[in-house]
């Protein structure tokens, strides 16, 4: 395994596995790996010739009060379970080489971007989708691999590699938990051990709504409420938002009569977790 900082020499190693007919696999990732990266890379490995995880955290999809400067590292860490896990090349550019000085251009999602997640974060979709393109560009991977966790990122992806007839295949990956249901991410580690404790409500949440769509509840606002129920034994939590919205534009359904994204944000003190499924 190998560790690339510099683009121009991501982009020749890419250069040369296409020229040598070789697939490439990308997972996109902001480092500090947990189990649910590592379940991407292991699809990616299964499937493609090279594996390349980019860890990158991508200062354009921050706002200027969240969590950039505190958010968790740990290159050594990083690289021992890629490596482990066979990655065959990460990249790990610095913010100087993604954004040099003059840099200007960004690729603007849209609507989709402003909806659940982007309401309290209005610029991040714009920042991610960047930051995509631009991996993709490098990389030039025939696959690309993303988790379920993040939904709304993986439908404004799919919508960009549609509108920008991008030639790549995006997969979505399950969400990975840890054994009492609260979906891994790299941002549990902020969580005090009340908070901890209390978080396990948001997968509470899903399984209620879950459970209410199998017994045959079409009704958004009774699966809402009895999930808000759920929410409201966490005594610490503030919901952001609680959502039942259409998979592809990300608006509100009244009446569950096609496939929808049950998505909700929830803050715990200044840290902001995130946690979704698909009913339909
Ligand atoms: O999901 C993430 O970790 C990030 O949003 C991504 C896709 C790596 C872009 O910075």
Same mark, same amino acid.
């Given at each position: ?178 054994? +009492?249901? @609260? /979906? %891994?991410? !790299? ?9 901890? $404790?209390?978080?396990?409500? #948001? ?25 808000? +129920?759920? @929410? /409201? %034994?966490? !005594? ?9 919205? $259409?998979?592809?534009?990300? #608006? ?29």
């Amino acid at each position: 395994m190998i560790i690339v900082n510099n683009i121009d020499e991501m982009h020749d190693l890419s250069n040369k596995w296409r020229q040598d007919g070789k697939s490439i696999g990308l997972v996109p990732t902001m480092g500090y790996l947990h189990e649910g990266h590592l379940s991407l890379i292991n699809a990616a490995r299964g499937e493609n010739d090279i594996v390349v995880t980019s860890i990158f955290v991508n200062p354009s999809q921050f706002g200027p009060n969240e969590d950039f400067e505190r958010y968790p590292r740990d290159m050594e860490a990083d690289s021992a379970a890629c490596e482990l896990a066979g990655v065959d090349v990460i990249f790990a550019p610095d913010a100087q080489e993604m954004y040099p000085e003059g840099y200007t251009t960004y690729v603007e999602p849209g609507a989709i971007g402003q909806r659940l997640c982007g309401v309290t974060r209005p610029i991040h979709f714009r920042g991610v989708c960047t930051v995509v393109l631009k991996l993709f560009n490098i990389i030039q991977p025939l696959n690309a691999y993303f988790g379920q966790k993040d939904a709304q990122q993986y439908l404004i992806l799919k919508r960009m590699v549609a509108d920008l007839n991008l030639d790549i295949n995006l997969h979505r990956m399950p969400i990975i938990r840890e054994a +009492d249901g @609260l /979906a %891994k991410s !790299s941002r549990n580690v902020y969580l005090t051990p009340e908070q901890r $404790e209390q978080a396990t409500m #948001l997968f509470a949440a899903v399984k209620k709504a879950e459970q209410l769509y199998r017994a045959g509840e079409r009704d958004s606002a009774t699966i809402l409420a009895a999930m808000s +129920d759920e @929410l /409201a %034994k966490a !005594s610490l939590a503030k919901v952001d938002y609680l959502q039942i919205v $259409e998979t592809d534009n990300l #608006l509100p359904v009244q009446h569950i009569d096609r496939e929808v994204l049950v998505a909700m944000a929830v803050y715990f003190g200044s840290t902001r977790l995130i946690d979704n499924t698909i009913l339909g």
